[in-house]
Antibody, heavy 125, light 107 residues
Framework: QITLKESGPTLVKPTQTLTLTCTFS??????????VGWIRQPPGKALEWLAL???????RYSPSLKSRLTITKDTSKNQVVLTMTNMDPVDTATYYC?????????????????WGQGTLVTVSS | EIVLTQSPGTLSLSPGERATLSCRAS???????LAWYQQKPGQAPRLLIY???SRATGIPDRFSGSGSGTDFTLTISRLEPEDFAVYYC????????FGPGTKVDIK
């Protein structure tokens, strides 16, 4: 059974850097094709993809947020860390991490299943 | 960036009825790289469909996906009480983007 859990601060001040950790179990980030992604959801709004890291340490970022994001992994600890710089009140959201599975023969689907429970981050002074 | 539009914004139906949800892309989604998720209040999203028409593990066969190019559809053949939720489409043909969602509520 795959599980993921996000951890980090619930409140950050504007201009600060947010660091979130995703701790997972039930899979290894050294398995070919596997990845972990981060997605956020402002209260009452839609989902927004942020970043994705793969088993081979390749990384992808949302073009609109790329300059502010860094995603890293620690395979031995089963953790993925996301940092987002220069936080602003508009970044207030629930932040989810999610497993990028290997589906079908080729494993090319960039989808997320399952997801962690999410963590609400509020940006306020 | 590919922008996804979902319609209708809200769909009011009764249990047992058929639900048809639309997802339209601003440009063609290559290789039908489109997925659908279900999200219930206070919960994380759950993957339903990937590759436009493949059901994820454990998803009942009343959920089906279709479409290609710029027009995609999620169909729920007969709504069960647990199906009332918000549904999001996501494309992964060019970067990754989500649609704004369709809420399916009880009429």
């Amino acid at each position: 059974q795959i599980t993921l859990k996000e951890s980090g601060p619930t409140l950050v001040k504007p201009t600060q850097t947010l660091t979130l950790t995703c701790t997972f179990s039930g899979f290894s980030l050294s398995t070919s094709g596997v990845g972990v992604g981060w997605i956020r959801q402002p209260p009452g709004k839609a989902l927004e993809w942020l970043a994705l890291i793969y088993w081979n340490d390749d990384k992808r970022y949302s073009p609109s947020l790329k300059s502010r994001l860094t995603i890293t992994k620690d395979t031995s600890k089963n953790q993925v860390v996301l940092t987002m710089t220069n936080m602003d009140p508009v970044d207030t959201a629930t932040y989810y991490c999610a497993h990028r599975p290997v589906l079908g023969i080729f494993g090319v689907d960039e989808v997320f299943d399952p997801w962690g429970q999410g963590t609400l981050v509020t940006v306020s002074s | 960036e590919i922008v996804l539009t979902q319609s209708p914004g809200t769909l009011s139906l009764s249990p047992g009825e058929r639900a048809t949800l639309s997802c339209r892309a601003s440009q063609s989604v290559s290789s039908s790289y489109l997925a659908w998720y279900q999200q219930k209040p206070g919960q994380a999203p759950r993957l339903l469909i990937y590759g436009a028409s493949s059901r994820a593990t454990g998803i009942p066969d009343r959920f089906s996906g279709s479409g290609s190019g710029t027009d995609f559809t999620l169909t729920i053949s007969r709504l069960e009480p647990e199906d009332f939720a918000v549904y999001y489409c996501q494309q992964y043909g060019s970067s990754l983007t989500f649609g704004p969602g369709t809420k399916v509520d009880i009429k």
